[in-house]
């Protein structure tokens, strides 16, 4: 009981329990992941292997989300219900994708050793992880509430793309330092020089998503904490794409490379198309975040940038290494 002169009780900041739990889960996550990606990148094959593990934080991730422990969890609008015809997309092309690199990668090993067979795994995990995302988004979308501008949360999106987004620099990496192996022409940039490389582009993947993920949640203290989030993740993709280019660049002016007609255009061009298409998911982010689009429209978006990052340009980008 309280009397009316009696001043009210300060309430409690406002905070999200089930958000830190579901953070300390993939923080958990992400440093097993980057410990795998850190030992196994000594071991080309051994990392090939492990990358098809990155499907274990989406298919664990979605498992959690659809247990009781959110039992405070809205149930907003999900986008991808209300346009099933983009999520069927992204699934279809997908799934044809990774059919068509497991089938590539079993008809390699009945045959002579393809210059670049390990290549596949890192690719396949690429668009596994993907497809996984979406399938669990089209049948039992894992939805966290609000962020703070009112959008469907979904923290599965950001772990989609961190283990996607590492793989792609692993496979590029594979390239770029097979390459210098083969090379006789020397440069500093060795294959110590190249893991250093892997190893900062992956650190900055990882921050990137994290931190963008952080920007789009609910503080007490105001936008200003979304707001600095979302810059730290603007440094890190610029830290991540620079090392990745980088990498590309070397394969472009490799003399291997060179010598062959188009070849070092071709790596050029890879490079010009990522870079345009990297910019494209910000973007989308911020036209969602500024409401200049619908929830809808903006998961459509995310559809289109992810066909484009990961069907198109890792499918003309395969199709060039192989006849490297």
Partial sequence: MRFPWVRAPSPPPWVEPSY???NLTFSVLFLIYMAVLYLGLQRRWVLSKY???????IALGNILMGTALMPTCETPTVPALEYP????????????????????????????P?????????VLAVHLSTLLFYVFSAYDPACLGRDTFGRPLHPLRYVMWTTSVSCSVISVFFVAEDL???????????????????ILAIMAVVLMFVTGYLATL???????????????????????LGKLTHMLHLCATNPLVVQQQGGGIQFRLITYAIVVTWHAFPAVWVLGASNIVTPEIEHCGYVICDLLAKYVLLYVYSATVSNA
């Fill in 20 to 22: 830190w739990a579901f």
């Fill in 51 to 57: 990358t098809v593990s990155a499907v274990v934080p």
């Fill in 85 to 112: 015809f983009m999520t069927l997309l992204a699934v279809v092309s997908f799934a044809l994708l990774c059919a068509s690199e497991v089938a590539t990668y079993l008809f390699n090993l009945i045959g002579p």
């Fill in 114 to 122: 393809a210059a670049f067979t390990f290549l596949r795994l890192p």
């Fill in 180 to 198: 210098t192996r083969k090379s006789r022409h020397q440069t500093r940039w060795n294959s110590t020089a190249l893991h250093r490389e892997c």
């Fill in 218 to 240: 609910r503080f007490a203290t105001g936008l200003w904490a979304n707001v600095v989030n979302y810059g730290a993740s603007t440094v890190f993709m610029y830290l991540a």
